[in-house]
């Protein structure tokens, strides 16, 4: 069974920086975008960036300049560098990745279960 595990988050003061990963872990074929969205309180989830599986890249017009994301295909995870920390950047953020199990399945998208970001002073 895959599994996205997310790890990384935690409290920080307004410019600092933060390095969030996440992992797929179980038995697969092939892992295609991979990507990192946030939902803060009261507010709908919104997607912060994306990757490729062949590395291109793209961003929430919010975090461009602060966020870098990448990832390691060989250990299968997903980091994402936030530097330049806001208060507005709190919330929960979660993985997603698209997924084959076997080479003869259809992609399906994976959720992990979120990691807190909370920026304060």
């Known amino acids: 069974q895959v599994q996205l595990v997310e790890s990384g988050g935690g409290l920080v003061q307004p410019g600092g920086s933060l390095r969030l990963s996440c992992v797929a872990s179980?038995?697969?074929?092939?892992?295609?975008?991979m990507r990192w969205y946030r939902q803060a309180p009261g507010k709908e989830r919104e997607l912060v960036s994306a990757?490729?599986?062949?590395?291109?890249?793209n961003y929430a017009d919010s975090v461009k300049g602060r966020f870098t994301i990448s990832r390691d295909n060989a250990k299968n995870t997903v980091y994402l560098q936030m530097n330049s920390l806001k208060p507005e950047d709190t919330a929960v953020y979660y993985c997603?990745?698209?997924?084959?199990?076997?080479?003869?399945?259809?992609?399906?998208?994976?959720w992990g279960k979120g990691t807190l970001v909370t920026v304060s002073s």
């Open positions: 997603n990745a698209v997924i084959r199990i076997r080479s003869s399945d259809v992609p399906t998208t994976y």
């Open positions: 179980g038995s697969l074929f092939s892992i295609g975008a």
């Open positions: 990757i490729t599986s062949v590395g291109t890249t």
